[in-house]
């Protein structure tokens, strides 16, 4: 249960009309309003730093393997438990019509043999840089330069820290799964819930 209030008439300062409009522009691209933007809504300083970063990634041109990006980000959901992360990156995933088996290796990509090396590398990178920050060593990020080069590992790196901040953000205050994707490929437990997502992923 969130630990911050997501109604609005549950506020005692109602959100702008500006905010409001992003956080409908919100409902209507992903069928449902986003726990987390309704969470940041609250302080309008952290909301839109938030947003607008959230829109410049979007149209960030990566310059890694194709779906790499969206792989690692997925890994570090699974990694840190973030049953909202993991649920909604498996939609986004699943909204592009791709494999939901795919994100099921990927949760379990240690044992797995679905990946290459430089995947494999990449989702390593990945789980250090969200656990103590020395398991991030000189030889490491070496290696990921070789792979991926210096724009790469600055995408990498960018990507695994953003989504340590949705993740701790989201699961601090209590924010779960809000049943966006079909639960195809999703490892964290999902609470009950009115899904939306199979409604998204037909679209």
């Not at 990694?79 to 795919?102: M, Q």
């Not at 969200?130 to 792979?147: F, K, N, T, Y």
């Amino acid at each position: 249960m969130a630990r911050i209030p997501l109604a609005l008439e549950d506020r005692t300062k109602r959100p702008s009309f500006l905010t409001l409009g992003a956080l409908g522009y919100a409902t209507k691209s992903y069928g449902a309003e986003l726990d987390s933007a309704l969470v940041m809504s609250h302080h309008p300083g952290v909301f839109w730093p938030w947003a607008l970063m959230e829109m410049a990634g979007q149209r960030r041109r990566s310059v890694l393997p194709e779906h790499l990006d969206h792989l690692v980000v997925f890994v570090t959901a699974v990694h840190l438990g973030c049953s909202w992360c993991v649920d909604f990156g498996a939609s986004l995933w699943e909204r592009k019509r791709l494999d939901p088996a795919t994100l099921k290796e990927a949760a379990r990509w240690r044992s797995s043999d679905a990946f290459d090396a430089d995947q494999r590398a990449a989702f390593g990178y990945a789980e250090a840089v969200s656990g103590e920050l020395s398991a991030v060593s000189d030889e490491l990020v070496a290696d990921l330069r070789e792979r991926f080069g210096d724009a790469g590992v600055v995408e990498l790196t960018y990507l695994i820290a953003l989504e340590n901040m949705r993740a701790r953000f989201n699961s601090s205050l209590g924010l779960h799964s809000q049943g966006f994707s079909t639960g195809d490929a999703c490892v964290v437990p999902l609470p009950a819930r009115a899904a939306v997502s199979r409604q998204i992923a037909q679209k």
